[in-house]
């Protein structure tokens, strides 16, 4: 007589489901689940014989999708059957806890009858199973009809000695998993063997066979089939431990999207990585010279240590990490290294293909955008350690050989103080001779990178200052303050500034080299000056003091001042805004506060300091007028204006945004062109 149960999963199961993420793409992954729990039943068993039977349970309607000449019906359900175990109390009890722990020790997470839920709409499970030598079967439903999970739970006793056999169907199959579900009975098989693929390659993978109606397809001889040829096993040692690989040239890509190696523990697969980590130019497909058709390298990687050095969860291994305590451990760096010659022994001709893509693409890259970098081209064993695969973008190798050329330097420097502290008396004068060529060779080729990589960055910085003087995104003219940050950062000053994050010699080569300079700061906030002014000169530069006039307060040899008007401004007032005022403003202002104090030092501004003053805008009509007023000078190339006011003791400049521009690029254009940019 059956035994009726009253059981419950004991958890808000409906909100369980909800909250479980399962992409469209994996809608194949709840029968994988269901595979996998057969085979580790089986494997509970211990036996030899085990036997899995999956049945494909489709529509009666059939699609317009044709195979040959036959019409193929959607796939609606799946009915996974196995000789494994089955559903004792342990196993059921461990069914209707929420996070079982039960499989850990075969990598389950407890989470694989949640997802058969969350793409189908109800679940049968019938199972013959002993308890206490004794035969029973247990059959119930799992669906979300019910609060509780379990539907219709059922015990009986059976007579005799049945054969285990537990059969679990998934019907109901829902949208839009059933829709992109595939119908052909081949890809169903790939799609299974890829994701099983550890299980395949163990000796003792129980025979699994895909059934369609009358057609049946055993996955065991199937995979022996699509691996014949391409499925290489070896040998190899790290630090006298013993392990194996198997490689495959696999061909099917849906789970798979990248070259992968996997790390297997008691037939279990505890971890993976990409094949780049041993082999740093392999990435993307590789197309097989025989077929023609793309495939990926996997690899499963098995050795006694794997198996002995496993966490308690079966998600790690343990390595070296260089402590005392690690003298029986193995690094990961070593097993990468012992590695890289097992898979090219098999994939020799690929990995050097790789390589060549690699060297080119970098080769290019330094003659056609970075010629900085051409040092490097001396030091080309170095790229061996540079990733750059299909997606690698200009960005990202700009990045990657920038670190490269540090490293470069680093060990190029260490060398060369190694050379210098030397012991010379035992070297002969050729030795020596060489030895200081050598050093000076070495040094002179990183000076030229480094010569060459200021180029690039001016180059740079004349194209993004054209850009700033043109319309932006918007259709409008940047402010000033755009064209101000480019040549010098606004609201600092030369105390703040590294001399590399300025550009001043856009507008003249002489003023990046000063004793301090101020930067869109109020004149009575600059140290030491004795001025009340809330005025903010764009650049105040105060440059070298007169060295030859003794005491700590010598006068400075020039002040110079900047001030910039947005790119194509057209409205000024007649007098409140003309520019040419506002500096001669300015330069009363600093004259007025007689000293500066910087460094500790105190110089002093007076009648023998000159000023020189720079307007640097765009010329219309009301500037030409406040030039005339000035009574400045057209310069030779008639673009801008320059005068002398000698009440001030000042030099003026009006330089219109082209001229600037115009003349930075001709002052630079013979690194330029030797440089080849």
């Not at 849906?254 to 697969?269: Q, Y």
């Not at 695969?389 to 050989?401: G, H, I, P, R, Y």
């Not at 906030?525 to 000169?537: A, E, N, V």
Request: hydrophobic residues 30%; glycine residues 4%.
């Amino acid at each position: 007589m059956a035994k009726i149960t009253t059981d419950k999963i004991g958890i808000d199961l409906k909100g369980r489901v909800n909250r479980l993420k399962l992409a469209e793409r994996n809608m194949l992954l709840p029968l994988f689940e269901a595979i996998v729990n057969s085979i580790h039943a089986i494997e509970d068993t211990g036996n030899p014989k085990g036997t899995i039977n999956i049945n494909l349970i489709r529509s009666s309607q059939t699609t317009v999708e044709f195979e040959g000449s036959h019409a193929i019906p959607e796939i609606i359900g799946f009915e996974i059957e196995d000789n494994g175990i089955g559903f004792n109390e342990e196993n059921y009890e461990s069914f209707k806890r929420e996070y079982s722990t039960y499989k850990a020790d075969k990598g389950g997470l407890g989470i694989g009858r949640f997802m058969w839920l969350k793409a189908f709409h109800n679940v049968t499970v019938e199972s013959i199973y002993y308890e206490d030598s004794l035969p029973k079967n247990r059959s119930f439903s799992f669906n979300l009809r019910t609060p509780d999970g379990i539907e219709n739970p059922q015990i009986n006793s059976l007579e005799g000695k049945p054969e285990k056999k537990t059969t679990i169907t998934l019907s109901g199959y829902k949208d839009p998993y059933k829709s992109k579900c595939p119908k052909k009975t081949e890809t169903i098989a790939n799609r299974i063997i890829e994701h099983c693929l550890i299980y395949f390659l163990n000796p003792s993978c129980p025979t699994i066979t895909l059934i369609d109606g009358v057609d049946k397809l055993e996955l065991n001889q199937y995979f022996e089939k699509i691996t014949s040829g391409n499925r290489f096993t070896e040998k190899f040692f790290v630090s006298n431990k013993e392990f194996k690989i198997t490689l495959l040239k696999w061909f099917s890509h849906e789970e798979f999207t990248s070259h992968r190696l996997s790390i297997c523990a008691n037939n279990r697969e505890v971890d993976s990585f990409n094949i780049n980590k041993v082999l740093p130019d392999v990435s993307g497909k590789i197309r097989d010279i025989v077929t023609g058709e793309y495939y990926l390298i996997v690899g499963y990687i098995e050795g006694k240590y794997f198996d002995e050095n496993i966490n308690d969860e079966r998600t790690e291994v343990t390595f070296s990490k260089d402590s005392l305590l690690d003298i029986d451990l193995i690094s990961i760096k070593d097993l990468y290294n012992e590695l890289a010659p097992v898979i090219k022994k098999h994939f020799h001709e690929e990995v050097e293909k790789f390589k060549t893509q690699k060297l080119e693409r970098i080769t290019y890259f330094i003659a056609e955008k970075a010629p900085q970098y051409r040092i490097l081209n001396k030091y080309i064993e170095s790229f061996d350690d540079v990733t750059v695969t299909e997606n690698t973008s200009e960005q990202e190798l700009d990045l990657k050989l920038y670190r490269l050329l540090q490293d470069v330097e680093f060990t190029s420097r260490k060398d060369v103080v190694t050379a210098l502290t030397e012991d010379d008396n035992n070297q002969t004068p050729d030795e020596l001779k060489q030895k200081y060529l050598r050093i000076f060779e070495e040094l002179t080729d990183l000076n030229k990178s480094k010569l060459a990589q200021y180029v690039v960055h001016r180059k740079y910085i004349l194209e993004l200052f054209e850009k700033s003087l043109g319309l932006n995104a918007q259709g409008k003219y940047e402010l000033e303050d755009t064209v101000h940050s480019i040549i010098y950062p606004t609201k600092t000053t030369s105390n703040d500034i590294d001399y590399n994050n300025q550009n001043l010699w856009i507008l003249d080569e002489r003023l990046s080299f000063h004793t301090f300079l101020s930067s869109d700061k109020q004149i009575k906030k600059t140290p030491g000056i004795q001025s009340d002014s809330k005025d903010r000169p764009d650049l105040m530069i105060f440059n070298n003091p007169i060295s030859y006039i003794e005491g700590d307060e010598a006068p400075f040899n020039s002040v110079t001042l900047v001030e910039f008007k947005r790119p194509m401004r057209k409205g000024y007032d007649d007098y409140e805004e003309d520019p040419i005022v506002q500096l001669f403003d300015y330069v009363r202002e600093i004259k007025k506060g007689k000293k500066l104090t910087e460094g500790g030092r105190t110089y002093d501004i007076n009648e023998s300091t000159k000023f020189y003053c720079y307007l640097v805008c765009d010329i219309n009509e009301k500037i030409i007028r406040f030039a005339e007023n000035a009574q400045l000078e057209k310069t030779y190339d008639g673009l801008g204006y320059y005068g002398y006011n000698k009440s001030l003791r000042c030099v003026i400049d009006v330089m219109p945004f082209n001229q600037v521009l115009s003349n930075a690029k001709k002052r630079n254009k013979v690194l330029f062109n030797k440089l080849g940019i």
